[in-house]
């Protein structure tokens, strides 16, 4: 089983590089890593390719968007808002100028791990894994992944506890996929026909729909966290 570990995104913190690396490494000695981030990012000698960060034409969040005004104006036939109401603060941000910003950010992930993907994966790769800096695996839990990957024919991930059963989204702090169920070009038509949806839903998107394999979420925070905010 040839394993390859993609490592994509944001890179700021070189404590949080490394912890992260060395852990990946510890757990799969023989795995190939690789190191990807945006021009522009920290420097780090370890990193194998900066490439250049794209600009989003579109908000990938447009239809939360939609649904947050259907919400406020819901709560608004109510009465006065509650400018301290959860559900206000959230559906007033989702719409706010820095709330598009990041709806156009959010695919990000997508586009640097497809580049990435391009770059370094070949046919002789059986298991690819989409990896953050931000990672902090606190269990020996990736070659069990990887096992499970390939005797079932999944894509394996862990992740937040917001995705709930039925939602077409797939969690992703870290995921395990066979090297053939990925396909960059994909991720590239997606965003030009502007029809990428933002982070979890996204990857549901490139990973899930266009295959027949099942998903296995796991949301144990005992094994698998972020030291950071999700990342671009």
Known sequence: MKIAVLFSGLLSDERCFNVAVAEVKRQLPDADIFCTTWEGQLEHSRVDKYFKEPKIRYNSEHYIHVEAVQRLRSLMTKGPLDLKDPKVIKFKYLISEAGRRLGRNRIKQHLGYAMAYE???????????RARYDLHIKKSVLLNMCKEVMNNNSVVSYGASDIEAGMLALSDFLIVHKADQFNPEHVY???????????????????????????????????????SEPDE
């Open 119 to 129: 770059e370094f994966i070949t046919d002789e790769y059986d298991i690819v894994i």
């Open 189 to 227: 038509k997606l965003v030009n026909d502007k029809q990428l949806k933002t982070g979890e839903a996204g990857w549901w998107q490139v990973l899930v729909e266009p295959y027949d394999c099942e998903v296995n979420q796991k949301q144990d925070f005992s094994a698998v966290k972020m030291d």
